[in-house]
């Protein structure tokens, strides 16, 4: 299909005539500032909750088959998953999920064997499959691209805690919360006035990426940070304490570089390979000093194995950037869910808890694993630029109108499909 053809007007683009440049700073900051005060803190609470329940769990020796337990259960909830979010609006499931999950994390309290841990990880993990996705799909319906690397870097956080029975009950009451509070989408937003949800469409318009899920189809690094640095010679509480500053890193870089993307266009992939560089400096500093001479300074190398996060944050903003169409969106986080749980199943496998402190296996697999994530980060960039080019080539500048992106999303086109989309990088 001809983007440029002419199709019937839905409502949504009845009386929209303006583009995104007729809106003014002070309506666009409005209306930004409205979403992240409702939308961003339910996003950032229910991923922080996750991250929570895998660190509490970090020092244990047996934690290697407890989350891998977690995450077999949370790989095969993916396909059912994929099938659920496509009939309730993400809000609502996520609400559906978070409920029983929290009433799950209670009862942790009362486990003090590993059949009663692994049982009810099985059961979180199985809650728990669908937030990453639904994450990524509220970041592309709510925000524009250049906004999705500093809200993807603040929900998707490292914010420590260890309080089972606080956390737990406290994720039961969001469940209820992000149930009634979530909107399906900003055309239904309770927090926008009449003229502010048309005004929503018209912002959103120009990223052609569409806003709404359809009804039809067509970590090791953290979960081991507080292992590692027990076998340097802390009790469990300093281990606690000196394990924080890593998480630091994480959200301090994270917050840092994606909140520099929103000014400076088109440096999300020199920051994914930054990230991915400064962790593998930290992690050979890890794995060849001598801890037992240099316990600081390996420290310090773990402390900057925090900027993983960096990398990670940019691919999944990369992604809702990046890809248009509902089904298209749908599928392509069920494969970074999939791609995370499956991550997560191999690596604690390797870190052994006879080669603590140092776990010269499972520092060297993820050594690995990112010289192949700041090569795959080169190789992105290139592939957009390319693909970028070559679009100009053939079809032209693309045209950053309202009303194109309007009718790419009332037809459900694609990236590929929309040949005035323009990727990212």
Not at 197 to 208: C, E
């Amino acid at each position: 299909m001809d983007v440029g053809d002419k199709s019937p007007k839905s409502d949504r683009e009845d009386e929209i005539d303006e583009t995104v440049e007729t809106l003014t700073k002070a309506q666009l900051k409005r209306l930004m500032l409205k979403t992240d005060l409702v939308i961003m803190p339910l996003a950032i609470v229910c991923l922080t909750i996750a991250f929570l329940e895998k660190n509490a769990l970090g020092y244990a020796a047996k934690y290697s088959w407890l989350d891998s337990i977690f995450y077999f259960r949370y790989l095969a909830m993916k396909f059912p998953t994929l099938w659920l979010i496509t009939r309730f609006p993400v809000g609502t499931y996520v609400g559906i999920c978070l409920t029983p999950w929290g009433a799950c994390l209670c009862f942790l309290v009362l486990c003090h064997n590993f059949t009663g841990l692994a049982t009810v990880r099985f059961i979180t993990g199985m809650l728990e499959a669908a937030t990453l996705l639904c994450m990524m799909l509220i970041n592309a319906m709510w925000c524009p691209p250049d906004k999705h690397s500093l809200r993807t870097a603040f929900w998707h956080n490292t914010f420590p805690d260890y309080i089972f029975l606080i956390y737990g009950a406290f994720n039961l009451l969001l469940g209820i919360l992000f149930f009634f509070a979530m909107p399906e989408s900003p055309a239904k937003a309770w927090f926008f006035n009449a003229e502010e949800k048309r005004l929503a469409a018209i912002r959103l318009a120009p990223t052609q990426t569409g806003i709404e899920s359809r009804k039809h189809l067509a970590a090791p690094i953290t979960n081991f940070n507080s292992l590692t640095i027990s076998g340097y010679g802390f009790g469990k509480t300093k281990t606690l304490l000196m394990a924080t500053p890593q998480a630091a890193v994480a959200m301090v870089a994270s917050a840092t570089l994606t909140a520099v993307s929103m000014y400076v266009p088109k440096v999300r992939c020199f920051f994914w390979i930054f990230g991915a560089t400064m962790y593998l400096i930290g992690a050979v500093m890890v794995h060849t000093l001598h801890f037992a001479e240099t316990r600081n300074v390996n420290l310090a190398g773990a402390y900057l194995m925090g900027f993983y996060n960096v990398s990670w944050v940019l691919t999944l903003s990369l992604s809702s950037s990046n890809t248009g169409g509902a089904t298209k969106k749908i599928f392509m986080g069920i494969t970074c869910a999939v791609m995370y749980a499956v991550g997560n199943i191999i690596g604690p496998q390797f870190f052994i808890s006879s080669q603590s402190p140092t776990h010269p296996l499972g520092i060297g697999a993820i050594l690995v694993a990112f010289t192949l994530m700041a090569i795959t980060g080169v190789v992105y960039c290139a592939l957009c630029i390319f693909e970028n080019k070559r679009r100009d080539r053939l079809y032209g500048v693309a045209q950053d109108e309202a009303a194109i992106g309007l009718q790419a999303e009332r037809d459900d086109l694609t990236d590929r499909q929309n040949l005035n989309f323009r990727y990212t990088y």
